[in-house]
């Protein structure tokens, strides 16, 4: 036998410092709320983790909002239909928002021409 051959092999640990640590948390984050971000169209305002969404009236009108699509169903004066991945929900100006496709959806304003929706995780 050759010496060494079957000797036990030592194994290094390369650990992050601290510092490096959270500079890489941190640019983890940033990758994650600019790819946030980036899912939002022209008619979508995002922040991290609220967006403001407007609707046109007509009909097959859609938004793809913090990877969830939104469609407009029909709209009175204060009251929206909304159809959130496959679910239909009604939203009333004022009121309390309402839950759907993982998301929480209240109504912000109706006119002629649009809808706009506060949707937030």
């Known amino acids: 036998m050759w010496p060494g051959l079957l000797a036990p092999r030592t194994v290094e640990r390369v650990l992050i410092s601290q510092p490096r640590h959270r500079i890489a948390a941190a640019l983890a984050s940033a990758a994650l709320g600019l790819a946030l971000l980036t899912g939002c169209g022209d008619d979508v305002s995002c922040g991290l983790d609220q967006c403001t969404v407007t609707i ?14 939104a469609k407009f169903v029909s709209a009175d ?45």
């Open 56 to 69: 046109a009236r007509e009909n097959n009108a859609s938004v793809d909002v913090l990877g969830v699509e």
């Open 77 to 121: 004066e204060d009251t929206v239909t909304l159809d959130v991945a496959g679910e239909q929900i009604q939203l009333t100006k004022g009121q309390q928002a309402v839950e759907a496709g993982g998301l929480t959806f209240s109504l912000s304003s109706v006119t002629q021409d649009q809808i706009q929706v506060e949707v937030s995780r």
